[in-house]
Antibody
């Protein structure tokens, strides 16, 4: 069965960077884009961007351009999301998710989420 | 970007009742690329509906989606205890994909 398993909770200081991992199993990793979505405490869902595991190509939401980097390691079926220059309002749960159909950005499988807390 | 507005913000109902949730888009959603998700506290969202009306795998048939253009609806025909949660709509017809702010379905 398809599983996305994310790395654990992070606590960072303002100005630092964080890198979250998302390990995929149960399907062919290169077949579907991996997306990243975040959710601040008590708030809604915010799409950050996707990576094509096959080519490494990326598409970031305009808000995150120059600030987020999505990469992948196909040898271990893992995608990464790195966010730089963290501020307190980046405190959120970060999810990875696969798209339901190639090129259609609805999300059928999700990771368990990684809580990133930014605090001095 | 397309802004999705969900209503009501909170729906207070009893088990066995029918729930009707609305999602309105600021511009037409192409190809009915509209999805619905359910989220319970401490859990990741769960896909319920995609393509406005297609149930995802293993989703009970009490959940149904309808609509096109700018107006979409999620209907839960008879609420079960496990259905009390927050529901989000999402459009993926144009980039960036965007989500509504959510509707909380709570026990009356």
């Amino acid at each position: 069965q398809v599983q996305l398993v994310q790395s654990g909770t992070e606590v960072k200081k303002p100005g630092a960077s964080v890198k979250v991992a998302c390990k995929a199993s149960g399907y062919t990793f290169s077949d579907y884009h991996i997306h990243w979505v975040r959710q601040a405490p008590g708030q809604g869902l915010e799409w950050m961007g996707w990576i094509n595991p096959n080519s490494g190509g990326t598409n970031y939401a305009q808000k995150f351009q120059g600030w987020v980097t999505m990469t992948r390691d196909t040898s271990i079926n893992t995608a990464y999301m790195e966010l730089n220059r963290l501020a307190s309002d980046d405190t959120a749960v970060y999810y990875c998710a696969t798209e339901g159909r190639l090129g259609e950005s609805f999300f059928d499988y999700w990771g368990q989420g990684t809580l990133v807390t930014v605090s001095s | 970007e397309i802004v999705l507005t969900q209503s009501p913000g909170t729906l207070s109902l009893s088990p066995g009742e029918r729930a009707t949730l609305s999602c309105r888009a600021s511009q037409s959603v192409s190809s009915t690329y509209l999805a619905w998700y359910q989220q319970k506290p401490g859990q990741a969202p769960r896909l319920l509906i995609y393509g406005a009306s297609f149930r995802a795998t293993a989703i009970p048939d009490r959940f149904s989606g309808s609509g096109s253009g700018t107006d979409f609806t999620l209907t839960i025909s008879r609420l079960e205890p496990e259905d009390f949660a927050v529901y989000y709509c999402q459009q993926y017809g144009s980039s960036p994909p965007t989500f509504g702010q959510g509707t909380k379905v709570e026990i009356k």
